[in-house]
């Protein structure tokens, strides 16, 4: 058999296994480091001016907070009581805020809880199907002092 070659490499069960494991432990850890939806969500509702005002002892606030589960803290939230941390009163009151929360996005004010599905649709994070808007909203909500 002249100008035949075998490069064939036998390979042990242990290199076999070895990269099995790899193959599984990178598609894990790009699993882990990915964002989720709701860090997703949150960063692009900043990113495109929408606001959450609310107040720091609404229990409809904390409601809407827990939601986005880890990513609260990437919310574009305005405090507008001025007993809280980093409050905007004056931004409150100039764009009218009557309670909390309240969203503000494109320019419409939407009172009370909103779910994440209703928030990706009015941003245009998510696009909406067939259907309408969920009409889920609003699921509470504190008038302002």
């Known amino acids: 058999m ?17 990269i ?28 495109t001016g929408a606001k959450m005002y609310g107040a720091y002892w609404c229990p409809h606030c904390a409601r809407q907070k827990q939601l986005f589960g880890n990513a609260a803290q990437q919310i574009p939230y305005i405090e507008c009581d001025a007993r809280g941390v980093n409050a905007r009163v004056d931004l409150c009151n100039t764009v009218g805020i009557s309670a909390y929360p ?38 509470g909500f504190s008038p302002a002092p």
């Open 20 to 47: 099995a494991l790899t193959s599984c432990l990178s598609l894990a850890i790009e699993q882990l480091i990915a964002p989720s939806y709701e860090s997703q969500l949150a960063e692009y509702l900043s990113r």
């Open 102 to 139: 309240t969203w503000v996005i494109n320019g419409e004010y939407y009172l009370g809880v909103q779910s994440l599905r209703r928030l990706a649709i009015m941003s245009g994070f998510e696009q909406a199907d067939e259907q309408a808007i969920p009409s889920d909203g609003p699921g």
């Open 2 to 18: 002249a100008g035949r070659y075998n490069f064939a490499v036998p390979l042990r069960m242990s290199t076999v296994f070895a």
